[in-house]
């Protein structure tokens, strides 16, 4: 079958022909944490059959934005992990979410996935790096059986996948209070506050924490009908 294409010799056009395709940025997205397992991302990706999601990764190899890799000790076992080419889109997806936030969040849908790890991402879309100079700390956040890190050092962020190794203050609770922050409705503060999620460690690092990451305020679309 051929590929689909908007036949135009535009940028954006050309873009869209090699990423467009339904599923194919989320895949981006997967992998741009980091070298992802077939099954690693079929987890990820409920909804996106085997099939598709082969032929999927087919698309991104043949395009130059993808390879196979092999992981390293003690995994040893065949992953996909981006490109130069395809780490060059991380910007483009870092601001798709910061305008998603914004103007297309809204509240949780019924039978909606959610996985906590999706936060890797989020955390360096909304950091902000003014709001972090000379702060150096590690955070480590586990959500349900889910972990991950962000280490802060001074106006730069890295985000990933794992613990921390030493972290300086660790985050805990579960899957739906962490999906819940996602609508923007209540902070990560007022759960701890309300012992719907725990804290430990250095105390002024986590009270750095919430002044670390920028959320859009979320807003409507089509502006509300005058009465």
């Known amino acids: 079958m051929d590929q689909r294409t908007y036949n135009q010799y535009c940028a954006t056009a050309r873009t869209l022909d090699l990423v467009g395709e339904r599923w194919t940025l989320l895949l981006v997205r997967e992998l741009l944490t980091g070298p992802k397992r077939f099954g690693d991302l079929q987890q990820s990706l409920r909804g996106?059959?085997?099939?598709?999601?082969?032929?999927?990764?087919?698309?991104?190899?043949?395009?130059?934005?993808?390879?196979?890799?092999?992981?390293?000790?003690?995994?040893?076992?065949?992953?996909y992990a981006l490109?130069?080419?395809?780490?060059?889109?991380?910007?483009?997806?870092?601001?798709?979410?910061?305008?998603?936030t914004r103007w297309a969040m809204g509240e949780r849908r019924a039978g909606e996935a959610f996985h906590p790890g999706w936060a890797v991402l989020a955390m360096e879309a909304f950091f902000d790096a003014d709001a972090a100079a000379g702060v150096r700390a590690v955070y480590e956040f586990r959500v349900g059986d889910e972990v991950f890190h962000v280490r802060v050092d001074d106006g730069e962020v890295d985000a990933g996948h794992?613990?921390?190794?030493?972290?300086?203050?660790?985050?805990e609770t579960d899957e739906d209070v962490?999906?819940?922050?996602?609508?923007?409705?209540?902070?990560?503060?007022?759960k701890i506050a309300s012992g719907a999620a725990s804290a430990s460690g250095d105390q002024d690092a986590l009270r750095r924490l919430g002044t670390l990451f920028r959320r859009p305020s979320p807003?409507?679309?089509v502006p509300a009908q005058d009465a």
């Open 162 to 171: 794992g613990p921390a190794g030493r972290p300086d203050a660790v985050v």
């Open 219 to 221: 807003a409507e679309r």
């Open 48 to 79: 996106l059959g085997t099939g598709l999601l082969a032929a999927r990764l087919k698309h991104l190899e043949r395009e130059g934005l993808a390879h196979k890799v092999t992981l390293p000790a003690p995994a040893r076992t065949p992953a």
């Open 83 to 100: 490109t130069e080419a395809g780490l060059e889109l991380g910007p483009a997806v870092l601001a798709l979410a910061r305008w998603g």
């Open 178 to 190: 962490f999906a819940s922050l996602a609508d923007g409705r209540s902070s990560l503060a007022d």
